[in-house]
T-cell receptor, first 114, second 114 residues
Framework: DSGVTQTPKHLITATGQRVTLRCSPR?????VYWYQQSLDQGLQFLIH???????AKGNILERFSAQQFPDLHSELNLSSLELGDSALYFC?????????????FGSGTQLSVL | AQSVTQLGSHVSVSEGALVLLRCNYS??????LFWYVQYPNQGLQLLLK??????LVKGINGFEAEFKKSETSFHLTKPSAHMSDAAEYFC????????????FGRGTSLIVHP
């Protein structure tokens, strides 16, 4: 058990809809990362938060947004969903977001857009 | 920007045989290198990492990797494969003087035959 909790584990929705994925980082970790994993793109970095502040953005679509709350949990909001958004979304946490830190990954949320 | 190439999307070995998973990186500054493993229906977990110092790094479950700067490689090896090693393996890089966001390779699926 990594200590990172992601909910829900599975999400099935329709095109055009909006969903929210939730992540609770490991106790004491200030850094939260979101990644998207798909067969054709591999593991793609979306966004990083540190202690409530956005620190880095990757290949995140404008239809997607995220935030980290004062209790350090994070939410990834996906709107106007398209078929191509179907993927496994991972949240990971680390202590301070340093280059030499390992990431602790949650089990992911499998999103299926029908 | 850094990048990682994992040669071979699938590697098949017999139980008891040597495991060799290849990873080459590209970066303009000294890298920090990581190997993660993903078992079915789970998140990624760290096998080992190289930051500074000894270039031969030992990890969990009998795996090790050697950082070779001249070859820009960080190949993962295990002397004797076990059925439980069957999983997806990811190489990742961050930069000591730059980006702290891990960039992942496309992954290599290790198949172990009895």
């Amino acid at each position: 058990d990594s200590g990172v909790t992601q909910t829900p584990k599975h999400l099935i929705t329709a095109t055009g809809q909006r969903v929210t994925l939730r992540c609770s980082p490991r106790s004491g970790d200030l850094s939260v990362y979101w990644y998207q994993q798909s067969l054709d793109q591999g593991l793609q970095f979306l966004i990083h938060y540190y202690n409530g502040e956005e620190r880095a953005k990757g290949n995140i679509l404008e239809r997607f947004s995220a935030q980290q709350f004062p209790d350090l949990h994070s939410e990834l909001n996906l709107s106007s969903l398209e078929l191509g958004d179907s993927a496994l979304y991972f949240c990971a946490s680390s202590g301070y977001g340093h280059q030499n830190e390992k990431l602790f990954f949650g089990s992911g949320t499998q999103l299926s857009v029908l | 920007a850094q990048s990682v190439t994992q040669l071979g999307s699938h590697v098949s070995v017999s139980e008891g045989a040597l495991v060799l998973l290849r990873c080459n990186y590209s970066s303009s500054v000294p890298p920090y290198l990581f190997w993660y493993v993903q078992y079915p229906n789970q998140g990624l977990q760290l096998l080992l990492k190289y930051t500074t110092g000894a270039t031969l790094v030992k990890g969990i479950n009998g795996f090790e990797a050697e950082f070779k700067k001249s070859e820009t490689s960080f190949h993962l090896t295990k002397p004797s494969a076990h059925m439980s090693d069957a999983a997806e393996y990811f190489c990742a890089v961050t930069l000591s003087g730059g980006s702290y966001i891990p960039t992942f390779g496309r992954g290599t699926s290790l198949i172990v035959h009895p």
